[in-house]
Each structure stands twice: as C-alpha cells, then as structure tokens.
C-alpha cells in the first residue's frame, strides 16, 4: 500500500515535469497528456487497496494514456516514412470463438491488460525504427519506458494467475517504466537545446564558408583581370604608337580595383544582413542594367557579344539597392563564360507580372551558352552545388544572386530558352517587387 502511494506521487512530479517541459520547450502535447493520464491511473491503482474497482479504472487511465503516447509515436513514424502504411493484419485473425474462450477464461483485467501489451508491443516496434533512424537519447529513454511497461503487464497478467514471484517483479519493472519517463522529460529539453545549437553552429559555419567562397572566387577574377592588363601593358610599353591602348588598361585595372574595395563593402554588407533586414530603396533597372552590359563588355572585350534589351528607353523602378548591379552582372558573366559559340547572344526582355496581388518586374535573360540540365536548374542557386564542380562550378556566383534576389523579397529561377531542350540556352527569370 505505502509502495502504491509512493509510485502514484513519483508518477504525478513526472506529469508536473512533463508540462512544465512542454509550456518551456515545445516537447510534445501527446507525450505530457499521457504522463497525466498516467498519474491518474496511479491515483486510482494506490485506492483499490480501498475498494476493488478502482483498479480497472486505473488500468483504464493506463490504456488511455498508452494510446496517447503511442498517437505520438504513430505520428512522428508517419512523417519518417512519408504516409507509408502500417501493417496491422496480424492484429485481425482472431475467430470469434477465440474471444469467447477468452472472455470466459479471463476477467475484464485479464482482457484490457493484454489489449494493452500487444498494443505497446507494435508502438514499441515503431518506436524502435524512429531510435534506429534519429538516433535521439531521448527516443531510447522513451523506448525503455515503453519496454518496461511492455513487460510489466506482461508479470501483471502472470501475477493476476498467481504465477510464483511475478507480482514483485511487475512492481521493480513499474518503478523503471516511471523512471524511464522521467528520464524522457527531462533529457527531451537538454536535446532540443543541443540541437538548436548544433543547427546554429552549422548555419554560423556555413555563413562563413559561402563569404570566404565568394570573397575567393570574385577576388580571384579580379586579379587576374589586373594581371592580364599589367601584362599587355608590359607588350604595349615598347611600342611608343599605343599610348591609347596603355592608357584604355590603366583605366581598366583601376576600374578593377575599385571592384575589389566594392566587393569587400558587399561583402561586409551581406553578412550583416544575414539574419537582419535589408536596406531597400528605389533602383531604376535600365540603367542597371546599362552599367552591367558596360562592365562585362569590356571585360571581354576578346568575344564577339551581343546583348539586347526590351524594352531599352522606358524608366522602370524597382524595389531594391546597389547590389542589384552585382545580380545583373553575375547572370551575365554566366552567360558569356559557358557559352562556346562565335558570338553570344543574350536578349534581356523585361515586362510587368502580378503574383498574390503584389506588381512586379518581369526580367528575363535568355541566352544562346551550354544551357543547364533539368536535374541541375534547382541547384545552381544552391552554395553546396559550387562544390560538386557541376556544369563549370556556375554555383557560386548564382548563390549569391538567390540570396541578393531573397532579401529583396523577390524570386529567381531557370528555364530553358527552347523548352524541351535544355542545350539551346538558358533562360533566367527574375521578379523583382516594382515601384509605380
């Protein structure tokens, strides 16, 4: 009697840990509904030493909260394995003369407490490959609850047919189904905070290895645009005719130096604004647009490019800042560096566009290059497909334009520029929020 007393308050601190876990961390509502339904039924299993009845009904709480518990584990196994059907055959191949001779052999006890055993027998399975899949400290203590209870009906049912030292057994059993439940309560708070931290120390490094990515990457174009113009000018120096031809790489290599301090100002700028709000302002697109065919003209000078835009006189404004120039630039460097035609052509059609009630600008660059496989349109924009060394390494710079595009709460994708056939060229889309 004392150890039924003591086990019901050790099974009501684990509902009050369990809630207050829940209120505190999210932990899930049908594990502490089960703890509390579990108290009661240590409530009413201490009374039956009082009137005989209070015994199903604290086999009843039981059952109620082994069905809560295992709603939890139905429902977290059904998301792992993606609506994937349980099979429950087993359970329905009993005949009816086989529930008569179990009604008659063994009382209404007998019957819940063996409904029960097979029932955490099958959440005990499922429970097992959710441990095996996430292995969580938290799933194993769980596991180990739902274990003990396992076998403490089962003594239960061999006690009830006073089978020799089963009643013991089922009381040490018991003692460990509530502690493991204790165990779940409070390693599932100390889980979830080491998770959070393992998935901010990741996001944290991840931030760093696409800033040192991109900072290596354009630097890298950088210098050798410098080197390339230091070289010819070292050709150009012995021929006193061209003065012009040395002045026109001067001009370059400082327009390439300022680049260098822009891009470290971008940089700087994005990682501030990685987990902040973005400074938007008004940008009129065709100029953009005008400075970036600029750039990269100039700096190709060697290939033969043409770039149209339509419409090319009207003034059109967008929602956005400076680093739009940095997004126009990437797409068309892409566009010239893996095209392997005499002359490249890129048109860049740009129209209006309504999406869920917001105007936008339509911007469009469709080019004649190597074109992008259809496995590959979603990861190009993706920082870890720069690392697969996939169509050239394009990743890279396009990452940078899928996060530039985000912050200005727009949306980029690819297509093919002949649809079906992704080896005519590429067609990048980009909606920009616009400004009226």
Known sequence: ???????????????????????????????????????????????????????????????????????????????LRLEKSINKSKLKKFSSHHAVFIAITFSLINIIQIIFFFYTTIIGLLLLKIYVEKKSITHLFMLLAIISGMFTLF??????????????????????????????????PMEIKLNKSELKYKEAYNRAEFYKDLFAH???????????????????????????????????????????????????????IEDAEID???????????????????????????????????????????????????????????NNNPRVEIIIRISNMKMNGLNYLKIEFLDNGIGIPNEMKQKVFERAFMEEKSVNGMGLGLSLVKKIIDKFNGKIWVEDKIKGDYSKGTNFVILIPEVK
Request: proline share 1%; glycine share 4%; no cysteine.
């Open 280 to 338: 938007i302002k008004t940008i009129e697109i065709i100029s953009t647009l005008n400075d970036a065919i600029k750039y990269v003209k100039k700096n190709y000078d060697s290939r033969n490019i043409n770039i149209k835009v339509a419409p090319s006189s009207e003034k059109l404004y967008v929602k956005a800042n400076e680093l739009l120039l940095n997004v126009f630039e990437n797409i068309l460097v892409n566009a010239i560096k893996y």
């Open 155 to 188: 003594f239960s049912i061999l006690s009830n047919n006073e089978v020799y030292g089963t009643w013991e057994t089922a009381y040490v059993l018991k003692i460990i189904y509530y502690s493991s439940l204790l165990a779940t309560g409070l390693s599932a």
């Open 1 to 79: 009697m004392v150890l039924d007393l003591a086990l019901a308050f050790y099974t009501i601190v684990i509902a009050i840990i369990f809630g207050v876990m829940y209120k505190r961390e999210g932990l899930f509502f049908l594990w502490f509904l089960g703890t509390l339904l579990n108290a009661f039924a240590g409530i009413f299993f201490y009374f039956r030493h009082f009137d005989a009845n209070f015994r199903i009904i604290g086999n009843i709480f039981y059952f109620l909260a082994a069905i809560m518990l295992g709603l939890s584990i139905f429902q977290e196994y059904h998301q």
């Open 218 to 272: 354009d630097i890298s174009n950088i210098l050798q645009n410098i080197q390339s113009s230091i070289d010819l000018l070292n050709v150009y120096i012995e021929q006193p005719s061209s003065l012009q031809e040395e002045k026109n790489l001067i001009d370059l290599s400082n327009e390439q130096i300022k680049r260098g301090a822009n891009l470290v100002k971008n940089v700087r700028k994005l990682s501030e």
